[in-house]
């Protein structure tokens, strides 16, 4: 490691890592200069933990009829009713359907469809088991979101890394994709 680096954790944790060769003075002079952005991470993940005990009132999933017991928060991620299950399955694949007519006829594989609960990310495209698995949780935030993951998701297909054509063929077909995922975060 390089540099000294710090991080909020999703439990408000600071985690600060250096190399073995810094010396522990100019650790702490620069844990003391990043007291402001800590601060602000931290209270940042609090609020954020807080907002996320509660369904998303504009989420698919309120609008569904779905209420905070069929989501409930574990110990270190939530656990979802069966119901929540099956009709956020439901729902990832009819958004698949919807979004293929956005690819040529043969361009994507036969694929699946998964949930799993996740922790650190929305989506995961397997191209070789051909299998896009998606985060139970998503099913909380509105269908443009879903939408949005499910399409990334599938571009995957296409494009397997994170460039420049991969961002041009989502924004092709999704112009606002950027605004969208910033709900995400």
């Given at each position: 490691m390089r540099s000294i680096r710090l991080h909020?954790?999703?439990?408000g944790e600071v985690v600060c890592t250096a190399s073995f060769l810094e010396s522990e003075q100019k650790i702490q002079k620069f844990i003391?200069?990043?007291?402001?952005?800590?601060?602000?991470?931290?209270?940042?993940?609090?609020?954020?933990?807080?907002?996320?005990?509660?369904?998303?009132?504009?989420?698919?999933?309120?609008k569904s009829g779905f209420l905070s017991s069929d989501r409930i928060r574990g110990q270190s991620?939530?656990?979802?009713?069966?119901?929540?299950?099956?009709?956020?399955?439901?729902?990832?694949m009819q958004s698949a359907g919807r979004l293929s007519s956005f690819f040529e006829k043969k361009a994507l594989p036969e694929f699946t469809v998964?949930?799993?609960?996740?922790?650190?990310?929305?989506?995961n495209c397997n191209t070789k088991n051909k299998t896009i698995t998606l985060s139970w949780e998503l099913f909380n935030f509105p269908q443009e979101c879903i939408?949005?993951?499910?399409?990334?998701?599938?571009?995957?297909?296409?494009?397997?890394?994170?460039?420049?054509?991969f961002y041009s063929y989502i924004e092709r077909?999704?112009?606002?994709?950027?605004?969208i995922a910033k709900n995400l975060s």
């Open positions: 909020v954790n999703r439990f003391e200069e990043k007291k402001d952005w800590i601060e602000k991470s931290v209270q940042k993940v609090k609020k954020s933990r807080q907002n996320s005990a509660s369904l998303n009132p504009d989420g698919v999933a309120a991620n939530f656990k979802y009713s069966a119901l929540w299950k099956k009709s956020a399955l439901k729902n990832f998964k949930g799993r609960s996740m922790h650190s990310m929305w989506g939408d949005y993951v499910v399409f990334h998701e599938m571009t995957h297909f296409l494009y397997i890394y994170h460039d420049k054509n077909y999704m112009p606002d994709f950027r605004k």
